[in-house]
């Protein structure tokens, strides 16, 4: 029942787009969800998050290319991206926040200031973008 479902990853050429979706048990808050990246040879990043009062996040290098949607009937999170580029190849992660004492787990994405507290995050799906 504790999991995170990611979804919408593949190979598409440099302006194509993808839609990446993460289903999460209800027991993580959808309204705290983000997307994370992690390019070959490089440190993972968030790039796009949510807060409760429904603002959103984007990194500067997506901003205008990626959205960040919520589907709170069904637990969803969506990350819409667009006008891809090669520099967006990456292995891309859903991130939580599990509300409840949790043992620290051992994730690329894991940093003491994660957005919303993030402490759980997806298996990764893997988007290639060619050019």
């Known amino acids: 029942q504790l999991q995170i479902v990611e979804s919408g990853g593949g190979s598409v050429q440099a302006g194509g787009s993808l839609k990446l979706s993460c289903t999460v048990h209800r027991v993580f808050d959808g309204s705290k969800m983000g997307w994370y990246r992690q390019r070959p040879g490089n440190e993972c990043e968030l790039v796009a998050g949510l807060n409760p009062a429904g603002d959103t996040y984007y990194d500067t290098a997506v901003k205008g290319r990626f959205t960040i949607t919520l589907d709170s009937a069904e637990n969803t999170v969506f990350l819409q991206l667009s006008n891809l580029e090669p520099d967006d190849t990456a292995v891309y992660y859903c991130?939580?926040?599990?509300?409840?004492?949790?043992?620290?787990?051992?994730?690329?994405?894991?940093?003491?200031?994660?957005?919303?507290?993030?402490?759980?995050w997806g298996q990764g799906t893997q988007v290639t973008v060619s050019a």
């Open positions: 991130g939580a926040r599990y509300p409840y004492p949790l043992v620290p787990r051992s994730h690329p994405c894991a940093r003491d200031d994660a957005w919303q507290s993030h402490n759980f």
